[in-house]
């Protein structure tokens, strides 16, 4: 979708400011109007208007937004911000003035199918001693980062569901990029490449399920596929929605107390993407010995984490103060352990956590050790 497509949109904003306030992370470090939503549809505005030209400086700016949603939560007029934001990078990719990190990373995904740019043949290290097949009724599509960094979470996904009673199969090296990251930076060509790729070869796997520990893969399987591809033949499930069921029909077993105060982190794209706030905390709530204490900003409220690629590369210092600050929350409330069930959180979380001396959990990992299955 282009800007001109979402100009109802950009008009249906009466810059009441209630999105400014200790609502934009973004807005919260640099206080530029024109870095959260009221400004950036007012620069929409401007470009229908012809006031304002798409140029490099206006580029840095509007890749600064996460994409978090936290303005919309709170935005009375249901303005889509996000859907604005992503229409005027489309704009900007078309016009060739995307941020240079940007079109790195696409061309990592064009060559290795991945956005981290690790060779193809790195993808299924993880699976070798594991025999996972190919077809069957559950696929567990992995995504980059468990596949490529973080294979203890992958390993125990399987290990999880094997002792529930389902035997997953998985796509292996056939599995590219879900598109995520491609569709929210405006590559909308490149993300739909990937999409009808996964799609096809989700079908040919014959799975009626698919499931995933991702909540970046999770949003993009879920809402961006049908809305972007057509009707999917295949429901889709983050592992967390998964867990409930089993522990719901008696087939998870949490042998292991954990005596532990833990607090959890809700992903952005689990949460105010895709409404799952429940699901985590009834699944922590199960395992004998937990106790779980909120952050004060948490669920529809949650404070995004940060977003490791742009942030990390173009606007290094703002990469790393959202995570600290999201830690330092944990923090304060004299937890030692920190959870969360998105890959892509672990690792924007994952340095500060190791300076506070937090442990750090993706949800399957602490539901492996209750069942005293192992995730190596
Ligand atoms: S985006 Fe929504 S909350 Fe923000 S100024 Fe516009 S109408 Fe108000
Ligand atoms: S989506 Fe998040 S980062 Fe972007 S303007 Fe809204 S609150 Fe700020």
Redesign the pocket.
């Known amino acids: 979708m282009r800007l001109k497509d979402l100009t109802e949109e950009v008009y249906?904003?009466?810059?009441?400011?209630?999105?400014?306030e200790k609502i934009c992370p973004i807005r919260e470090e640099l206080g530029f109007e024109s870095t959260y939503?009221?400004g950036i549809?007012l620069t929409a505005r401007g470009l229908l208007e012809k006031q304002l030209n798409y140029s490099s400086a206006l580029a840095n700016r509007m890749y600064l937004c996460l994409e978090c949603a936290n303005?919309m939560e709170?935005?009375?007029?249901d303005?889509d911000?996000v859907g604005i934001m992503n229409a005027m990078r489309q704009d900007l990719v078309k016009a060739g003035l995307a941020p240079e990190v940007f079109r790195q990373v696409d061309r990592h995904v064009e060559s290795t199918k991945n956005p981290l740019g690790i060779e193809r043949n790195e993808m299924v290290k993880w699976s070798e001693d594991l025999g996972l097949a190919r077809k069957g009724e559950v696929l567990f599509f992995v995504g980059c980062y468990p596949s490529y960094k973080f294979p203890k979470t992958a390993r125990a996904t399987v290990r999880i569901l094997r002792q529930a009673g389902i035997d997953v199969a998985y796509l292996a090296e056939e599995e590219w990029c879900c598109g995520t990251a491609q569709y929210m930076d405006g590559s909308a060509a490149l993300a739909q490449r990937l999409m009808v790729h996964n799609l096809e070869k989700i079908e040919d796997s014959g799975a009626e399920k698919v499931v995933t520990t991702c909540a970046g893969c999770y949003t993009s399987l879920k809402h961006e596929y049908p809305k972007r591809i057509g009707e999917l033949s295949f429901q889709v499930l983050h592992i967390t929605e998964l867990l409930e069921d089993l522990i719901n029909e008696g087939k998870i077993d949490f042998k292991n107390e954990i005596k532990k105060r833990v607090t959890y982190h809700d992903p952005c794209h689990l949460g105010r993407h895709s409404g799952l706030y429940d699901e985590p905390r009834k699944i922590l709530n199960h395992i004998p010995g937990l106790e779980l204490v909120e952050m004060s900003r948490n669920r529809e409220n949650t404070r995004c984490c940060g977003g490791e690629i742009v942030l990390n590369t173009v606007f290094p210092e703002l990469g790393k103060r959202l995570p600290e600050i999201r830690v330092d929350e944990a923090a304060n409330l004299g937890v030692k352990d920190l959870i969360t069930s998105c890959p892509l959180c672990v690792s924007n979380l994952r340095i500060p956590a190791r300076k506070r001396r937090i442990k750090l959990y993706d949800l399957p990992l602490l539901v492996a050790e209750s069942m005293g299955v192992s995730g190596k």
């Open positions: 249906k904003c009466i810059r009441c400011g209630w999105c400014r939503a009221r549809v303005c709170h935005c009375p007029l303005v911000v």
